[in-house]
């Protein structure tokens, strides 16, 4: 990979120091601002500058960087020279993980979380937090200035195919910081997204700065895709003085070029950026093999290639939509171009379903995007996502159709097909279109159809992602003990003589109440005062648990039903869990059901060394490493017998340093794609 995207993970030669990025100042500034009129909030602190941290123009290689975890402390900071490398294309408010997201965290330890990140995150959301955590402007540790971590974002970020934004990102940076592995990064992205009249550009302003041999094949690329072979031929003259020879690949496409035949497929097996390109101009095809490879560049590049054939090219855009590797909006548009008759798309929900699946999609996506009839619509779009869940594409089903879904009327007369309405709009994250049709079929459920069912199955879903009530409450966030230093939680107005409690999203259960024995108790909710306010609130919250209680005891008897109960056990423990990360309530005769044996199971689970570094970096409050660490403790999701508590634990870190609505995402994700 880091020969394919002319990034090396050895430590590049130390940046040359640049004014703070004027965005970047800003949001510092205003940070500051709006910290300081509000005040401490912690009764003795004082305010003062950042040792070796932002702004400061002394290197720390003794310790790590520190930055306040508490993002409502005073914070005084010196916006002198800093890193050029703090650059980035996001701020906090359009998702970056701020400023500070390395706090705790040297350069050299950053580093190297940036070169493990996987290439392809087994989640949309974990690869999401991936590409804000590279994009996101920050302050570096100051440590180790000689590591380049504006390389290693850039070379991240190609590797798993996000290239606009790498190519952004090199772009953001400042010019006289750019050096020759920057430069080589922006031209990669350019070739694996098939923009060489882009690429060739920019290879014509860069070239005459370096002399790598990397310039040479790419000057000797751009002269064949303009069909000037006297340029090509000296250019390649060129690569073997330097000594460039013993590329066989480069060569032998070369050759393919001059001759008009094909490559050998032996030298195709590890494809660059400027293979793929050379291919493109020898108008051969990339071997389809390397669908299988999970490399995002050949897929992307497979995708792309114009001499990739029709259905192949529908299949890697499935993969590739999947991965994250391209947009809904892109795979509708690649489905788009495939032909299919009038008569094929009027008479798509009775003929047979096509033998390439990807095609089977495209002709149903089609078929709808032409119908202005809206229950016509819904008809197909009904098809559309039962063949997806059965082939456990649900969720990029769910993507795809999204704007279709969204000129369907929400009413009582599409009530059969509110429930698949319902779950596709939670799973494309259109939570507020996903309650009102929770709504429709709350109210068209009755004894003569399904609905009332159905949505007893959706209710953990429904419960993770907050359309319906648990009874749960947030816990209030802790305050520092100013004698001691230690961390307390108080609630209500007496924290010494309240009685004991349990709280999560939605009430406070005193321990000792009516569990779940029928799942019908009622629960029991102290108010925290004696107003009027709060004793609703707990009476409210207390009817909540119960409705809770009741949901889930009939949610597990239908699980029980099911006719693979290891699967029915293996979503019950997933279920259980996320819902303890939430506070959300799980009664103790739905974990006595699952006490069973076999006690000791074969689990797909992380190592240890990623668990502790998880919870650590959670409880100091080290954003930028627990995304990091969440993505890795991600990566067993698509195993069938993933560990669910690692999974739980990930969505609770999350939590744990303000990342809620991407916790929320994750653990919705999870379960729509676990159990499809």
């Known amino acids: 990979m880091m020969t394919g995207t002319g990034l090396a993970c050895a430590p590049a030669l130390a940046q040359t120091s640049a004014p703070v990025p004027l965005f970047l100042k800003q949001e510092a500034e205003q940070d500051a601002e709006r910290q300081s009129d509000q005040?401490?909030?912690?009764?003795?602190?004082?305010?003062?500058?950042?040792?070796?941290?932002?702004g400061s123009t002394v290197p720390n290689t003794t310790q790590a960087e520190t930055f306040p975890s508490d993002p409502n402390a005073v914070q005084s900071l010196s916006l002198g020279a800093v890193d050029a490398e703090a650059v980035g294309t996001i701020g906090r408010s359009r998702g970056g993980l701020g400023i500070d997201m390395w706090?705790?965290?040297?350069?050299?330890?950053?580093?190297?979380?940036?070169?493990?990140?996987?290439?392809?995150?087994?989640?949309?959301?974990?690869?999401?937090?991936?590409?804000?955590?590279?994009?996101?402007?920050?302050?570096?540790?100051?440590?180790?200035?000689?590591?380049?971590?504006?390389?290693a974002r850039v070379a991240k970020l190609i590797e798993m195919g996000a290239l606009d934004n790498a190519i952004e990102l090199v772009r953001a940076a400042p010019q006289g910081s750019r050096g020759s592995m920057l430069a080589q990064a922006e031209i990669n992205a350019l070739l694996i997204g098939a923009k060489l009249d882009a690429a060739c550009d920019a290879i014509e302003s860069y070239g005459a700065s370096y002399e790598e041999v990397f310039w040479l094949k790419a000057a000797a690329m751009c002269a064949f895709y303009a069909n000037d072979p006297t340029s090509a031929a000296f250019s390649v003259d060129l690569v073997r003085e330097m000594g460039g020879e013993g590329d066989a690949t480069f060569f032998g496409l070369v050759s393919a070029i001059r001759s008009g035949g094909a490559a050998n497929p032996e030298l195709l097996d590890e494809l660059r950026p400027l293979d793929l390109a050379l291919l493109e101009i020898a108008k051969q095809s990339i071997p389809t093999s390397q669908l299988e490879t999970g490399n995002p560049a050949a897929i992307i590049g497979i995708t792309n290639a114009k001499a990739t054939a029709t259905d192949v090219r529908l299949e890697a855009a499935r993969k590739a939509e999947k991965l994250g590797l391209i947009s809904a909006e892109q795979l509708a548009d690649i489905y788009q171009s495939v032909n299919f008759t009038a008569d094929a798309l009027a008479s798509v929900l009775d003929d047979a379903s096509e033998g390439i699946q990807a095609r089977q999609y495209a002709k149903l996506y089609q078929a709808a995007v032409q119908s202005d009839v809206p229950a016509a619509r819904a008809e197909i779009l009904s098809a559309l996502f039962e063949t997806a869940e059965f082939e456990g594409d649900f969720m990029q089903a769910a993507r795809l159709s999204a704007p279709m879904l969204a000129d369907i009327p929400v009413n009582g007369d599409f009530s059969w097909f509110a429930v698949a309405a319902l779950k596709a709009s939670i799973a494309a994250n259109s939570f507020e279109r996903a309650?009102?049709?929770?709504?429709?079929?709350?109210?068209?459920?009755?004894?003569?159809?399904?609905?009332?069912?159905?949505?007893?199955?959706?209710?953990?879903?429904?419960?993770?992602?907050?359309?319906?009530?648990?009874?749960?409450?947030?816990?209030?966030?802790?305050?520092?003990?100013?004698?001691?230093?230690?961390?307390?939680?108080?609630?209500?107005?007496?924290?010494?003589?309240?009685?004991?409690?349990n709280f999560g999203l939605g009430g406070a259960v005193v321990p000792g109440a009516p569990t779940s024995s029928g799942g019908m108790a009622s629960a029991t909710v102290m108010p925290n005062s004696a107003s009027a306010e709060d004793v609703q609130s707990a009476s409210d919250r207390a009817a909540a648990l119960a409705r809770h209680r009741a949901r889930m005891i009939e949610w597990q008897e239908m699980q029980a039903a099911r006719g693979d109960q290891a699967a029915a056990r293996r979503y019950s423990e997933l279920i259980f869990n996320l819902f303890e990360g939430f506070g959300i309530e799980v009664p103790d005769s739905l974990w006595d059901g699952l006490l069973k044996a076999?006690?000791?199971?074969?689990?797909?689970?992380?190592?240890?060394?990623?668990?502790?570094?998880?919870?650590?970096?959670?409880?100091?409050?080290?954003?930028?490493?627990?995304?990091?660490?969440?993505?890795?403790?991600?990566?067993?999701?698509?195993?069938?017998?993933?560990?669910?508590?690692?999974?739980?634990?990930?969505?609770?870190?999350?939590?744990?340093?303000?990342?809620?609505?991407?916790?929320r995402r994750l653990a919705t994700e999870l379960l729509m794609s676990f159990n499809h």
Do not use: C
Request: proline content about 7%; aromatic content about 2%; hydrophobic content about 40%.
């Open 103 to 151: 706090n705790g965290t040297t350069r050299r330890s950053a580093a190297h979380l940036i070169s493990e990140l996987p290439a392809t995150p087994a989640t949309h959301t974990a690869r999401d937090l991936q590409e804000r955590m590279l994009l996101s402007a920050a302050a570096l540790p100051q440590d180790s200035p000689e590591i380049s971590l504006l390389e």
């Open 435 to 501: 309650e009102n049709w929770l709504q429709v079929a709350r109210s068209s459920a009755n004894a003569s159809n399904d609905i009332s069912s159905r949505l007893s199955l959706l209710y953990p879903v429904l419960a993770i992602s907050g359309l319906e009530e648990t009874g749960a409450i947030k816990p209030a966030q802790p305050v520092a003990n100013a004698a001691n230093g230690n961390s307390v939680q108080t609630f209500g107005t007496d924290a010494q003589s309240a009685p004991q409690q």
């Open 598 to 663: 076999p006690y000791a199971e074969e689990r797909v689970t992380t190592s240890s060394a990623v668990s502790h570094h998880l919870n650590d970096a959670a409880s100091a409050q080290q954003k930028a490493k627990t995304v990091a660490m969440v993505i890795q403790a991600q990566q067993i999701a698509a195993a069938e017998n993933a560990d669910p508590k690692v999974l739980s634990d990930t969505v609770t870190s999350l939590e744990a340093v303000g990342l809620e609505s991407d916790a």
């Open 39 to 54: 005040g401490p909030t912690n009764p003795g602190t004082t305010s003062a500058p950042l040792s070796g941290g932002f």
